[in-house]
């Protein structure tokens, strides 16, 4: 979970730092991409959660509404993530207005934050209830995820350009050791220009962003 939180730090940062400087209309149609992706990441992560694993943690525990705290926070930003989303998915490049966006993205980044920080805090508490039934009922979740529909045009490259392998790689999921590879040379291509925009490459390398402003 932690990854993932910080995976999705890491989405959110590169697109906090990088939307205010861009002006050309190609450049735009790119970060409204990647903006989608992260959309994409958040709301699956949090969907699954609160359909899967959320509830799986109320039975095994036995207490009822044991995650409410959590599920409040995600509603904080579902309002502002939505607003999100409809802006990324229907605004044309030319159309582009930064100052708008700046709104829509200040009116849940300080929930969603505040969420990711917290939330980690909340599981490790489960302990008392078995660290074996919460890895059951995470195992779980991420079965139903990956049998589920995924663009892997979109998912694998995003997710994989928040990965660090520099911080804490022992918390790095263990998949296949060619999978950044068969990311990087296939399923980037299609939306590539989008990739620019990530913190990582596929190999997990922090990279610099090429429209943040570096203070001097």
Known sequence: MTCIHNAMFRTLNAVTLQYYQLTQVTD?????????????MVHSHHHHEETYLFTAIEAYSGQKGIMDTSLAQHH?????????????????PEDWDREVFKGILESFTLALTKHLREEIPTLLALDIYGGEKLKKAWDDMEKRILDGTMDMYRVLPCGLGSLDVTYAKD?????????????????????????????????????????AVVDK
Do not use: N
Not at 79 to 92: A, D
Not at 194 to 203: G, I, N, Y
């Open 76 to 92: 904080a930003f579902e309002e502002g993530l939505e607003r999100f989303k409809e802006y990324v998915y229907s605004c044309k």
């Open 28 to 40: 735009i149609a790119d970060f409204l991409t990647y903006c989608q992706c992260f959309h994409e």
């Open 171 to 211: 918390q790095l999921p263990p998949f296949p050791f060619f999978v950044p590879y068969m990311c990087h040379y296939w399923y980037m291509r299609r939306h590539r220009g989008a990739w620019r925009f990530s913190p990582c490459t596929a190999f997990g390398k922090p990279k610099e962003l090429p429209f």
